[in-house]
């Protein structure tokens, strides 16, 4: 079981920056993991933005890459805080953005966790970005 909760969302206007947080319970403490930032904008499905493993392995969509910069307080453990740090920020950001948690070694990409469809998810930020 792992309880994930995001915070830091919030309104902003274009080239503007926010960081997010999501803080990460475990009742275990997997010898691998995988948590990832997503999100889904009103009428669209959900993306991967960005994901990070216990090995320090980063990946991140070809939208964000330059911009977002995931990190963790300490990647050695799922239990924590993962965070996002978003720069230039632009009206194409607009959306809610998830944490997700993988309790196992899984694989990164295209800023997502291989098996994220089965993961554990938070209730989301909602990030806004106005012109």
């Known amino acids: 079981q792992v309880v994930v909760v995001e915070s830091g969302g919030g309104s902003v206007q274009a080239g503007g920056s926010l960081r997010l947080s999501c803080s990460a319970a475990?009742?275990?403490?997997?010898?691998?993991?995988?948590l990832g930032w997503y999100r889904q904008a009103p009428g669209k499905e959900r993306e991967g933005v960005a994901a990070l493993d216990s090995t320090g392995l980063t990946s991140y969509a070809d939208s964000v890459k330059g911009r977002f910069t995931i990190s963790k307080d300490n990647p050695a453990i799922l239990e924590g805080t993962l965070y996002l740090q978003m720069n230039r920020l632009s009206v194409e950001d607009t959306a809610i953005y998830y944490c997700?948690?993988?309790?196992?070694?899984?694989?990164?990409?295209?800023?997502?966790?291989?098996?994220?469809?089965?993961?554990?998810w938070g209730q989301g930020t909602q990030v806004t970005v106005s012109s």
């Open positions: 997700g948690a993988v309790p196992w070694a899984s694989t990164l990409w295209q800023g997502k966790c291989g098996g994220h469809e089965y993961g554990y």
């Open positions: 475990s009742k275990s403490t997997p010898s691998g993991y995988c």
